[in-house]
């Protein structure tokens, strides 16, 4: 069983008690635990199930790496799925819970997958659920997908705080072991800026930590001088928490800081930094070695166990075998031993060894047997006993040991995920079957030059003193090769030279295990991918890694195939006959470790998911009851409905108030680009169809914008303030479009104009005051003389109200008298709540976006994007009259003349009238002939002016079924009859407007 | 100039418009340059500078434009008449006081306050200068002025204003300083 030593434990504070539950059940933990070494610590050995078969699982490793010990951790709005337990402290009162299994952990029902495991081989989706068809929509696949997954998706709102944080370095620094430590120490004082991200919450990685005794006090010494040496040094950040997820190109790096030292919520955040170099001293991995019966819980890597024991007061077991194939391994056999845990056996891949610490652990008392290796593990839910074989056979059992764990250790794996995100390539290094960084071939930055430097156990040196010996070496040569200042480092080296970690490679034992046994071999542990199914892959033809990868699930779980990829790979070499470099390796790709969705989104979520642009009338608006439509990224008013009204009575009444009395709109949101220039009105000419040069001061025109394929852009008012400046007004989303679009026509095509373009969308605000009586509201203010010969129909002047400045348009969108008064946008409230006061007597009242767009559809006015779509011209929508014909050029001009922009069969707009006069045509809905659409419906209304329904549309040859009836299909499936019309509902001559 | 009342560990206060002209100009012709020398006394400055005189900030925007700001607002006789001449080059020379809407950042975490939304190297600031940036924050348009590493000017679209204080409020909540281990 598992426990804890009643002393001991670096990372614990033991005055400190920490209640969690697991499963339902209440534990205990200390202060510093994570929740792997609190349930380890409680005996809990069996933690989770597996993918596919619903094996039992246990705690497989220390770290990031882990496989199998997924958890659902926190509660409500604090839930979160697959969070590995390896890596997350306990807290008070936090809630533990296994996943994938049903009804109980201990008692799961589809673990009967295992028992019909030799029919769920690789591919057997695929091979199984072909028939029949139908079956696999309404059975096979929902059954599977039930039966699938791990953890289950949060329900409620995550309330944890995430956030994004950009920062710029010189140098970043991957790993704070010996090699990170060392790196900084000889990076600094050279005028660099230096980051170092450790992804623990302590630096010094193993080296300190796997000393032995004697060395102890030495390497104490070096690394707190080490630290000292940091934490004085100005150009050196160091961030602790914090795991490299993903690097990219040009020095961009994702990092994901955990600060998990916080009582009620964890700080999550996500780094982007821009680095110039990066120094990547990420380590190593223990591989483990694949035997029959691997996957049982009690089953651990050799270092992990090590680190349970020193880190946490923690023991995997109290009798416990180790199979290794190197001497590095043999440290787990002596701590455990001088705890006084027994150790029966280490079993030895390899023919002998002599080394330091084999003879240490035989000198304890170890019983040590080389050339044998684990041929079975006996136990349902935890290990029980191991069975000795020879490496060399089919796996006979020679020998049974009772135990209640196995420690196992198939050498180290650099951890390279990060070189190769970015481009780095590998090379296979046979004599200790591992990939490792091509020094030939880095990453590059974005000057093309080389930009990742990889140091200690991640370029495959291991041993603490060549580590201490190439850093200093290689940063030297490093500084030198940047032309940063040269500052030869030198730093002695403390430590002996060992070769501890290197051993010859060993991946599956026993090497001629029989096909049995092969078939209770797993590599995969969370995919459940075994040596047969990779055997399989291989003989049905999935000969490329990649593909034998998704075939089979190798690696393709939460963990990335951290504790797999290299002895799958091997697995699928010697089944192809080929060299394990000649079969290339999988792709690693980022992130390197799961990060959470809410990470990604960071703090944009909520108030800041979307930033929305509001009007200098928005609070008065709010205060008077707005409801609201988004416009582009505006919030704009779309109807004002008074207490116990509904929608349809609001739309009438707003509507019926700018018909018949005067109605008051904000309009601010339309863009307003000033245009000035010796050659303004050239440059207008060449942007808009019609003419805008001969435009005289004081003046407004209507002008239409195509883009080059001849096909409606936007729209607006365009004003001549002066001879050289004009303000052309576009649609409330178009304006940041437009303004690029000018832009980039005078900065490529006509940079030779003299003209120059200022936005002034938001400086000033826009109020539109419309109806019959809006002359006379705006008479009440002494000051203006707003007669029609004063200021006839598309003319403006400038004024005040009061003392507010104004610009007056004599423009509508409405079809009834109407003015637009532009404001200095700090003024706008003020000048809106004038307009109120002044025609309370009139009745005025506001109207929003929707009474507008009826208005509008009732005088047939075309709105861009509702009427246009992007593949509509001019002359589609009748306005034939705007396109120029005197002008030599203008943008869209040429496309004009192609002949499918002239084909009889474009649509063209008509309006619309409804046969049943009550019946609103739904939008968007088709026009039929013969059963096939001719058209579709761009805009419909129930008009409170006409008492009818009215729509506008695009038909098939529209203008010349005018006085036809069509069929319209309803979203019901309905037919609506509806006769074509002119598409001016109201006023076609014009007489209210032009007023 | 108004504190925001916020749970932060900056201080931000909401300044509103600041009276301003944005100037659009061919660097290149000297007459337009010589209307903002004789008018202003200031040079055009560089790329992600700002020069400062007489109350009078001229901020590069693009390399033909420029943000003139009158903070203390005892200018404005100054800025007509600039004004006035500017519109006789060609250049243009335009009122966009009420376009946007400043806050001031005060405290040692200012800098690291806008790190949490701007992309822009800050790392690398010349505080001794006047920097004056350009760029993002979260998904808006920002314009950073520098007065110090303590005291920094930011202003957005004053369409953005309820969504910068809503981000001040989020992200520059006590408790989540950024801060390097050592």
């Known amino acids: 069983m598992s426990s804890r030593l009643p002393r001991g434990g670096s990372r614990v504070n033991r005055e400190k008690l920490v209640d969690f539950r697991f499963n339902g059940k209440n534990l205990k933990g200390f202060d510093g635990d994570t929740v792997a070494s609190a349930l380890l610590a409680n005996n809990e050995l069996l933690v989770a199930r597996s993918f596919k078969y619903h094996r039992p699982r246990g705690i497989f490793t220390a770290g990031e790496e882990e496989p199998n010990a997924l958890m659902g951790i926190g509660e409500g709005s604090f839930f979160e799925p697959n969070i590995r337990a390896t890596e997350v402290k306990i807290k008070q009162n936090m809630n533990v819970n296994s996943q994938n299994h049903w009804p109980s952990l201990r008692f799961d029902f589809l673990s009967i997958n295992n028992l019909l495991a030799r029919f769920f081989a690789a591919g057997f989706y695929y091979k199984t659920f072909i028939w029949p068809r139908a079956a696999w929509k309404y059975i096979f696949e929902p059954m599977i997908r039930r039966a699938s997954g791990l953890g289950k998706a949060p329900k409620e709102y995550d309330e944890e705080h995430y956030e994004h944080i950009y920062h710029n370095t010189d140098i970043l620094i991957i790993g704070g072991g010996l090699a990170g430590i060392t790196a900084a120490k000889a990076l600094r004082d050279r005028g660099l800026s230096v980051m170092l991200c450790e992804k623990d919450s302590v630096m010094g990685g193993r080296y300190l930590q796997d000393c032995k005794s004697e060395d102890r006090e030495r390497y104490k010494k070096l690394y707190e001088s080490s630290i000292e040496i940091l934490k004085k040094s100005k150009d050196i950040a160091v961030k602790l928490n914090t795991c490299v997820t993903g690097i990219f190109d040009h020095g961009f790096v994702l990092a994901y800081e955990e600060n998990q030292g916080l009582n009620v919520t964890t700080k999550k955040a996500l780094w982007k930094i821009r680095v110039k170099n990066i120094i990547l001293c990420t380590g190593a991995i223990e591989r483990p070695i694949v035997f029959p019966d691997n996957d049982l819980p009690g089953i651990m890597l050799a270092a992990s166990a090590r680190d349970y024991l020193q880190k946490y007061g923690v023991l995997l077991g109290d009798r416990l075998v180790l199979t290794t194939n190197n001497d590095y391994a043999y440290k787990t056999a002596i701590e455990l031993k001088q705890v006084g845990i027994d150790v029966p056996v280490v079993l030895d891949a390899r023919a002998s060894s002599d080394g330091p610490l084999v003879k240490e652990a035989g000198a304890l008392g170890i019983r040590i047997l080389f050339g044998k290796c684990i041929g079975k593990v006996e136990g349902k839910r935890k290990v029980d006993a191991v069975g ?20 196992v250790s198939g050498g180290w794996t650099p951890n390279v995920n990060l070189w190769s995100h970015c481009g780095g390539k590998l090379i296979w290094d046979g004599d200790l079957g591992f990939y490792r960084p091509d020094p030939d071939k880095t990453p590059v930055g974005k000057d093309g030059e080389t930009n990742m430097l990889a140091l200690g156990g991640c370029a495959g040196v291991f041993s603490n003193y060549d580590i201490q010996d190439q850093v200093p070496r290689k940063i030297n040569q490093f500084a030198s090769r940047l032309k940063i200042k040269s500052k030869r480092y030198i730093e002695p080296n403390i430590f002996s030279k060992e070769l501890e970690r290197n051993a010859p490679p060993v991946f599956v034992l026993p090497y001629g295990a029989s096909k049995d046994k092969q078939k209770r071999m797993y590599i995969d542990f969370q995919n459940d991918v075994k040596v047969s199914d990779l055997q399989l892959a291989a003989q049905e033809g999935f000969e490329n890694v990649e593909h034998a990868k998704r075939y089979t699930t190798l690696g393709m779980a939460t963990d990335q195939g951290k504790t797999s990829s290299i002895n799958g790979i091997y697995v699928l070499s010697q089944s192809l006959g080929k060299s394990v470099d000649t079969i290339g390796h999988t792709t ?115 002008g239409l914008m195509c883009n080059e394929a001849g096909f409606v852009f936007d729209d607006g008012v365009v004003a001549r303030l002066n001879e050289q400046t004009f303000l052309c007004h576009t649609t409330s989303g178009g304006a940041d479009r437009v303004y690029a679009w000018f832009e980039e026509w005078l900065q490529t095509e006509w940079h030779h104009l003299k003209v120059f373009i200022i936005n002034l969308t938001e400086q000033y605000s826009q109020i539109a005051i419309a109806g019959p009586k809006a002359r006379e509201v705006l008479q009440t203010f002494k000051s203006i003389d707003l007669s029609p010969d004063k200021l006839p129909f598309m003319h403006f002047m400038e004024t005040y109200i009061d003392d507010i400045w104004v610009r007056v348009y004599r423009i509508s969108f409405s079809g009834e008298l109407s003015y637009e008064l532009a404001v200095n946008s700090n003024q706008a409230e003020e000048l809106w709540n004038k307009l109120l006061k002044a025609g309370k007597k009139y009745k005025i009242q506001p109207y929003g976006t929707e009474a507008l767009h009826i208005l509008r559809a009732e005088k047939g006015f ?134 | 100039m108004d504190k925001i009342k916020l749970d932060s560990f900056v201080d931000v206060y909401l300044i509103g418009s600041l009276s301003s002209l944005n100037i659009r100009l061919d660097h290149t012709d000297k007459k337009s340059v010589s209307v903002v020398k004789k008018n202003i006394g200031i040079e055009l400055p560089s790329a992600q500078k700002a020069l400062e005189r007489n109350g009078l900030t001229l901020c590069f925007v693009s390399d033909d434009e420029y943000l003139l700001l009158n903070e203390k607002k005892q200018n404005e006789s100054l800025l007509n008449k600039f004004k006035k001449q500017m519109n006789l080059t060609t250049g243009v020379a335009e009122n966009t006081s009420d376009l946007r809407v400043w806050f001031l950042i005060k405290g040692d975490q200012a800098l690291n306050a806008l790190k949490k939304g701007v992309p822009i190297n800050l790392e690398k600031l010349q505080i001794s200068e006047t920097n004056f940036l350009r760029t993002k924050l979260g998904e808006i348009q920002i314009n950073i002025l520098f007065k110090s590493y303590n005291e920094i000017l930011v202003s957005v679209l004053r369409s953005h204003k309820e969504y910068m204080i809503d981000w001040f409020e989020v992200c520059t909540k006590r408790g989540t300083e950024i801060n390097f281990d050592f």
């Not at chain 1, 000795?388 to 420690?407: D, F, H, K, Q, R």
């Not at chain 1, 861009?864 to 009748?878: I, Y």
């Not at chain 1, 649509?907 to 939008?923: A, E, F, M, N, S």
Request: net charge positive; charged share 25%; proline share 5%.
């Open chain 1, 862 to 995: 075309i709105v861009v994007g509702d009427e246009t779509d992007g593949t509509v011209t001019p002359q589609d929508l009748g306005m034939e009259w705007i396109v120029s014909k005197k002008k030599n050029d203008f943008i869209g001009k040429k496309a004009f003349s192609l002949p499918h922009l002239n084909a009889r069969v474009r649509k063209q707009l008509v309006g619309i009238l409804t046969l049943d006069t009550d019946k609103v045509l739904p939008d968007g809905c088709h026009a039929l002939e013969d059963g096939k659409a001719i058209g579709h419906v761009t805009s419909t209304y129930f008009s409170p002016t006409l008492k009818r329904s009215i729509a506008l549309g695009l038909i098939e040859n529209g203008r010349s079924r005018i006085g036809s009836a069509l069929e319209f299909e309803s979203s019901s499936k309905e037919s609506i009859f509806a006769k074509l019309v002119d598409p001016s509902f109201y006023d076609m001559e014009g007489s209210k407007q032009n007023g």
């Open chain 1, 588 to 702: 690693f790709r980022p992130p390197y470790k799961p990060i959470p969705l809410g990470l990604i989104a960071g703090q944009y979520t909520k108030k800041l998911f979307k930033p929305i642009k509001k009007t200098p009338i928005d609070k008065w608006n709010s205060i008077n009851n707005a409801i609201w439509e988004p416009v582009a990224d505006w919030r704009r008013a779309y109807a004002y409905p008074k207490v116990n009204e509904n929608l349809e009575d609001t739309l009438h009444r707003e509507v019926l108030s700018v018909r018949k009395n005067v109605g008051l709109l904000d309009s601010s949101t339309l863009g307003k680009i000033m245009v000035k220039g010796p050659d303004a009105g050239q440059f207008l000419d060449l942007i808009y169809t019609n003419m805008m040069s001969s435009l005289k001061t004081g003046k407004c025109r209507y």
């Open chain 1, 388 to 407: 000795i074989c020879s490496v060399n056979g089919e796996g006979t059992i020679e020998e049974l040991i009772s135990c209640n764990a196995v420690a």
